[in-house]
Structure formats: C-alpha cells, structure tokens
C-alpha cells in the first residue's frame, strides 16, 4: 500500500508550545514542505478542547510549559478515547534521558530536540504521518468501501456519547442492514455483493445531511467518519445533535427510499429493502452497549414485521424481543425435549359427511403443560431453520400413526401434512422422506 505525499500534506496538524514565536518558526519549515492546515495552542490547559474541536492528525508538544507540563498534556491525551493512537511528536529542549523515558512511557511517538533542523522535522512528520495512515487504513477501515469499520465505531462513539453527555446534546444511533442480502452473494457472486455494497454505502451517505456528518479523513480524503460498515449487508450511523426525533425519522426515510432505487449488478436490474432500529441518547440509553442493543433490536423487530421500514426502539419494544429470543431458545430444545404434539383435524365430505382424511395440526407443549399455538412460533422457525428439523419430525409421527392405526385394524385414513418451502429445498428433503416412509411401512398414498 503506498501513501501518496501530496494526501499527507493535507494533514491537520496541531502544536501546543508556551512560545508562539517557536510555534511560527516550526509552521514556516512545514509550510515549506506544502503543509497547510495548522492548529496552533500556546495555552496547554485549553489543549483538549481544541483537539476535540480539531481531531488533528499529528500533534506537536513541547514538554516544558508553565501551569500545565507536556507530560500533563500527554497524559490527558493518551486518556481521551478518541486521541489514545494519536501521534505525539515531542519538540523539547530537554536533554535528561529519564524525561525522554518518561514521554515515551506516556505514549510519545517520537522527540525532536530543540531548537529543530528543517530537514529532520519534515522527515520525522512525513514519516509519522505514512505509518498513521497506513495502520489506520488497515484497522480501523473496510477495503470494500473505504468507511470506518467496527472497530472505528467502537472507539469513537465512547467518546461521541461522551461529548453529547457533557454538551447536554441528544444524538441516534441507526442500525442499518439490508433484507435477505445473502441471496446477493448467492446470485452474483462476492464481488457482485461488494459491488451492491458500495453503491448502497455511498446512497446512504447521500441521504444524511452534510450538518450531521463528522469529517474525517482517510490519506486526506474527508468521508462522512459517523457512517461504518460493520459486517455483510450491515452498517451503523451516529447522528450527531439531534434536535427532535422527527429530524431522525426524515433521514431514515430518506436512507430507505435511497436504498431502493433500483440499481444494476453486471447489467441485471435489482431492488433492495433494508431493516433499520433506532436508538436515542440520552432517552433510552446512556452508553454503548445499550445503545447498540436497543437498536439491534429494533432492527430485528423491523425484519420480524417484513422488513423495509424502520422503528425506534422502546422498553416495549425491547421487551418483545427478549420474549422472541427466550421463545427460539426453549424452540431449540423442544424437539429434544419431546414437546411437540400432533393433533389430528377430520376431514369430512360435504355430500356423503363421511370421513375422508385427517390434517395434522402441530401444537407446542412445554414441561408446564402449556400449549403454544402454531402462529406464536412457525414464523420463529422459518427464520431460524428450525422448521426443517420440525417438519421431519411432523412427517415422521404422522407416518408412525399411520402405522398404529393400521396395527389397530382402523379404516385406512390418509394424512395431510403441511410442508415447508425451506423443507421442499433441502437437497436431502427428497431422501429423508423416502427413508421414513419405508422405516414405516406405510402405504405413501396415504400421505398427502
């Protein structure tokens, strides 16, 4: 990966110095190398006010200042969740070893000493620039669209909350992921779904307003750094000093009708849906982990309802879910369990009121002998797959009864069974049925 110089030039660069004068000389030789964007500080105790305020891309410190030393400020900086990999390049006319260790030990990147050589400061800063920008593409971004990834999102909306809790601001985080994008990937292969991916990336940068966009900066190049691409189809965004959640609703609308759009995949026309949940700081949650739980929730809530819509997360809302995700987990022990129970509905001729057949109803009975009816966890199943194993097992006791009633001398009844579309694609759906039927030793036209 190569870093181009003239990307680094547009580097923010910040120095905090007691001296002006020594902060001018420094900007002249940097200036002279093509650097333009300075920030300088000659009052150490505003320092973190002004790189929140800025968020440079290198910082310049000198280490002896009066009030507040450059080991104070270092301290602070390295603290801050947002600056903790921020280079620190240490300008100091101090020659003891024991402070150069102590910088370092505080998380200085580098130490030029004063007063400075030209040539060394633009090589020592070009240098520490490149290796920023190389690491931080690596980590902290996704190859695909060039957008912060989880590991970004992680570092910054600690300090985003942070910043809204101090300023008495309001902001949302949207959890954005698209419907059924797998089928994606299954039709026009990976490079297909990093195709779709990166238009829908740079939709949903369309859709935000540029007031709700952090500028950030990769090798020079802002980008909207409150949008990331965490996984897959999925991505999350922070807005920032939300007046009113309709302000929230309008984006979120705007992010939908955006996504789809049609749009075109090697000449194919495809439109796409997605699911978002909405969270709110400080109404609903007041860190992180709430947060990204609430709107995970909602999203899932969304995508439970048919998906292409968005929702705001509540307690009620939440409180669905906890129940879903409790009714799927006592669902994956049921088969174990011996829970499940077929009933058998008759079927009778409207001429001759005869009994023609039965259809097999399946019912859900749990140790406390409560009965859960077949709307509460059939669409729990689809989703989750487990509705292959269950059909099997319908098939199979409806077979096994077959049986039973034809040991019992019983007219000969035919049963009707309800099958699954993700059964009838199981490439062993065919076989498996074949194999039961026979365990059995029924007649299969007594199946329908």
């Not at 939300?242 to 929230?248: G, K, P, Q, R």
Request: with cysteine.
């Amino acid at each position: 990966m190569r870093v181009n110089n003239h990307t680094l030039r547009d580097s923010t660069i910040m120095m905090i110095d007691d001296e002006m004068i020594t902060m001018e000389i420094v900007k002249t030789y940097l200036e002279e190398e093509g650097y333009s964007n300075f920030h300088l500080e000659d009052q150490p105790s505003q320092s973190i006010h002004l790189l929140e305020k800025v968020s440079p891309d290198i910082l310049l410190l000198d280490l002896v200042m009066p009030e507040v030393s450059g080991f104070d400020v270092l301290v602070k900086v390295r603290e801050h969740p947002k600056f903790k990999r921020l280079p620190v390049i240490i300008l100091t006319s101090v020659t003891e070893t024991s402070s150069k260790l102590k910088a370092l030990d505080l998380g200085a990147t580098d130490f030029l000493a004063k007063p400075v050589d030209p040539s060394e400061l633009r090589l020592r800063v070009r240098n520490t620039l490149a290796a920023k920008a190389y690491t931080d593409q690596l980590t902290f971004y996704d190859p695909v669209t060039n957008l912060p990834n989880r590991r970004s999102f992680n570092d910054n909306f600690e300090w985003v909350i942070d910043k809204a809790n101090r300023y008495g601001e309001e902001l949302a985080l949207l959890n954005i992921a698209l419907d059924d994008f797998g089928r994606i990937n299954a039709s026009f292969g990976f490079d297909g779904g990093d195709s779709v991916i990166s238009m829908i990336a740079e939709r949903i940068e369309n859709s935000v307003r540029k007031t709700d966009i952090i500028a950030g900066k990769i090798y020079g190049e802002a980008v909207p750094s409150n949008l990331f691409r965490t996984d897959g189809g999925a991505f999350l965004l922070i807005l920032e000093r939300i007046e009113e959640s309709t302000t929230t609703a309008i984006i979120a609308k705007r992010i939908l009708e955006e996504i789809n759009r049609p749009l075109f995949v090697g000449g194919t026309e495809i439109c796409l849906t997605a699911s978002i949940g909405i969270s709110t700081f400080p109404h609903e949650g007041r860190d992180r982990s709430t947060l990204q739980r609430l709107a995970n929730n909602a999203r899932e809530y969304v995508r439970t309802q048919g998906g292409n819509s968005f929702q705001f997360s509540s307690y009620e809302i939440n409180s669905i879910y906890k129940k879903r995700l409790k009714t799927e987990a006592n669902l994956r022990n049921a088969l174990k369990r011996g829970e499940f129970v077929l009933y058998y509905q008759p079927k009778v001729s409207a001429k001759t009121e005869e009994i023609q057949g039965v259809e097999a109803l399946i019912r859900w009975r749990d140790g406390d002998d409560n009965h859960t009816s077949p709307q509460k966890f059939i669409s729990i199943a689809e989703e989750t797959g487990l509705i292959v194993p269950i059909g099997a097992w319908v098939l199979k006791e409806a077979c096994r009864q077959i049986a039973e009633w034809n040991r019992l001398g019983i007219i000969r009844l035919g049963i009707s069974i309800n099958l699954s579309a993700k059964q009838l694609i199981e490439k062993n759906f065919l076989a498996v049925t074949k194999k039961i039927i026979k365990d059995s030793n029924i007649d299969p036209s007594l199946l329908t």
